[in-house]
């Protein structure tokens, strides 16, 4: 069954969530903020949770603490088409602005597999990759999330966009590249770079044997908006792998990518604008591991424990 919504990319910042996301609507275009939500009496006390969408990607961050930092294991790309009157300009201002105060992990420059791409860690540590696509290139949309398989998920990028495809099942494989002999850290025959289609999202995946230091973690977290309590029991029993990492809806794959599994009811709840409801509906979900929606319901309808 296709999803009911795109997969919702989910970050978490200590405090700085809201200022954040009207950072990132600032620099990419069709951009908005579409809700801000305080939880109240979270173990990390209260909590400002922001819906956003940018160049036509939804997000969602949180601030929650200081529990969590991104790394470049999951980066956003950003795709500019050479054939758009001013897009070289638009990439050195989108890079200007997410380099200022950011840290260029790959100069702007000329590489083999494009004339003009970087790599950026912006002023919250959040991971870019601007690239100048070929045109000849198969469609894409503007923001794909990357996952960079190291450490110990290192070589497994082209199993898990399998892995990921069985599990969504509207899916499709897009392209695939592979390192050849003779590359000091990577093996031949493990991805340069993957792409996949999950429902209407698409993600690349890419394998890198250089020892960062760095893996997978919670700050960035995939969000799946479900149906019911079927369609959350089914995408749980096949990505939650690790049990101690089961809280408030969230699960850890067997590569230690982060997901949250949700009914799309919570996020109408919570978005209500009904604080008494918010707070009902946020000491319900706290006690949980996989979501409950009928006790969901329940709490927003102000029934069950107080």
């Given at each position: 069954?296709?999803?009911?919504?795109?997969?919702?990319?989910?970050?978490?910042?200590?405090?700085?969530?809201?200022?954040?996301?009207?950072?990132?609507?600032?620099?990419?275009?069709?951009?908005?903020?579409?809700?801000?939500?305080?939880?109240?009496?979270?173990?990390?006390?209260?909590?400002?949770?922001?819906?956003?969408?940018?160049?036509?990607?939804?997000?969602?961050?949180?601030?929650?603490?200081?529990?969590?930092?991104?790394?470049?294991?999951?980066?956003?790309?950003?795709?500019?088409?050479?054939?758009?009157p001013g897009s070289r300009e638009r990439l050195e201002a989108t890079w200007a602005a997410l380099t200022d105060g950011g840290t260029a992990l790959?100069?702007?420059?000329?590489?083999?597999?494009?004339?003009?791409?970087?790599?950026?860690?912006?002023?919250?540590?959040?991971?870019?990759?601007?690239?100048?696509?070929?045109?000849?290139?198969?469609?894409?949309?503007?923001?794909?999330?990357?996952?960079?398989?190291?450490?110990?998920?290192y070589g497994k990028a082209e199993e898990a966009g399998a892995f990921y495809r069985e599990v969504f099942g509207d899916a499709e494989a897009g392209?695939?590249?592979?390192?050849?002999?003779?590359?000091?850290?990577?093996?031949?025959?493990?991805?340069?770079?993957?792409?996949?289609?999950?429902?209407?999202?698409?993600?690349?995946?890419?394998?890198?044997?250089?020892?960062?230091?760095?893996?997978?973690?919670?700050?960035?977290?995939?969000?799946?908006?479900?149906?019911?309590?079927?369609?959350?029991?089914?995408?749980?029993?096949?990505?939650?792998?690790?049990?101690?990492?089961?809280?408030?809806?969230?699960?850890?794959?067997?590569?230690?990518?982060?997901?949250?599994?949700?009914?799309?009811?919570?996020?109408?709840?919570?978005?209500?604008?009904?604080?008494?409801?918010?707070?009902?509906?946020?000491?319900?979900?706290?006690?949980?591991?996989?979501?409950?929606?009928?006790?969901?319901?329940?709490?927003?309808?102000?029934?069950?424990?107080?």
């Amino acid at each position: 069954m296709p999803l009911v919504k795109p997969i919702t990319p989910h970050l978490w910042f200590d405090t700085q969530a809201r200022e954040a996301a009207a950072f990132y609507c600032g620099v990419f275009p069709d951009s908005r903020i579409a809700s801000v939500v305080r939880l109240r009496g979270t173990p990390s006390g209260d909590c400002d949770v922001v819906n956003f969408v940018l160049h036509g990607q939804p997000f969602m961050a949180i601030s929650a603490g200081p529990y969590f930092t991104f790394n470049p294991s999951i980066s956003f790309m950003v795709r500019f088409d050479p054939r758009t009157p001013g897009s070289r300009e638009r990439l050195e201002a989108t890079w200007a602005a997410l380099t200022d105060g950011g840290t260029a992990l790959m100069p702007l420059d000329a590489y083999p597999f494009s004339p003009y791409y970087g790599w950026a860690q912006d002023r919250y540590g959040l991971s870019w990759q601007l690239i100048t696509v070929d045109p000849a290139a198969p469609p894409r949309p503007a923001i794909v999330p990357v996952l960079m398989f190291t450490g110990e998920a290192y070589g497994k990028a082209e199993e898990a966009g399998a892995f990921y495809r069985e599990v969504f099942g509207d899916a499709e494989a897009g392209e695939m590249a592979r390192y050849p002999e003779g590359m000091p850290h990577d093996r031949a025959g493990t991805v340069t770079y993957s792409d996949f289609r999950l429902g209407p999202t698409w993600f690349g995946a890419m394998d890198s044997g250089y020892p960062h230091g760095f893996g997978f973690n919670e700050a960035v977290s995939f969000l799946v908006h479900c149906r019911d309590q079927d369609e959350i029991d089914r995408y749980w029993v096949r990505l939650s792998a690790v049990p101690e990492a089961e809280q408030c809806g969230w699960c850890k794959d067997r590569f230690g990518v982060s997901w949250q599994i949700s009914p799309v009811v919570l996020d109408a709840l919570m978005t209500s604008g009904d604080a008494a409801v918010v707070d009902r509906v946020t000491r319900a979900f706290l006690g949980m591991k996989k979501l409950d929606v009928a006790a969901i319901e329940a709490a927003g309808r102000g029934e069950g424990p107080a």
